[in-house]
């Protein structure tokens, strides 16, 4: 099965989600921008999505097409965010989406899992410099793109991780499948 993306504005249970998936057995991958901006941000000149949105775009398609690689690998393998997300991204900071983002947004499975950011659990912090109406500004344009380059984005309601993995699950039809 191609890779299933999980996407949504920040603060919205993503990476507690991925978690909770891997803990069940799942094969899953981290969010490759905040790893990206953790490495970064330790070097001098390190492309930053505010302050050089170009070239951290650039390092995210080669990690993301790295993971997507390696998740085609299991039979079933959720990723927290993908280049999909890059296009998102450079739309907001009204950079150019070159060729490549296009056709690296290919490939993943045709539902993708969104997750709406929720305002009693959102944290502003370095990685995460969006206030919470930027956060949802950030929600819909991910969602409205995800839908424009042909995607059928599924929203994952607000609940408990629980509750959330079970309706990951029912939505992927994984509901018989026996996990750890």
């Known amino acids: 099965m191609k890779p299933i993306i999980i996407t949504g504005g920040p603060g919205a249970g993503k990476t507690t989600l991925i ?8 094969a899953t991958f981290e969010e490759a ?3 990206l901006i953790t490495e970064q941000s330790r070097l001098p000149n390190g ?20 993971q997507k690689r390696e998740a085609l690998e299991h039979s079933l393998a959720f990723v927290d965010r993908a280049i999909p997300d ?16 296009i056709a690296g947004s290919a490939g993943y ?15 502003q912090d370095e990685v995460r410099p969006h206030s919470f109406e930027e956060a949802m500004q950030i929600h819909q344009t991910l969602v409205d793109t995800y839908v424009e380059l042909g995607y059928d984005v599924v929203e ?12 990951v699950r029912r939505v992927v039809g994984l509901v018989d499948e026996v996990t750890n």
């Open 19 to 26: 978690k909770a998936l891997a803990d069940v057995g799942y």
């Open 109 to 123: 499975h045709d539902q993708v899992l969104a997750c709406r950011p929720e305002s009693s659990v959102y944290v």
């Open 156 to 167: 994952v309601p607000w609940g408990t991780i629980r509750e959330r993995v079970e309706f």
């Open 47 to 66: 492309a930053l999505p505010w302050t050089n949105l170009p070239a951290f775009a650039q390092l995210c398609l080669e990690l993301m097409g790295e």
């Open 86 to 101: 890059i296009v998102a991204y450079l739309q907001v900071g009204g950079c150019h989406v070159g060729p490549e983002f």
């Open 33 to 35: 921008s905040r790893y």
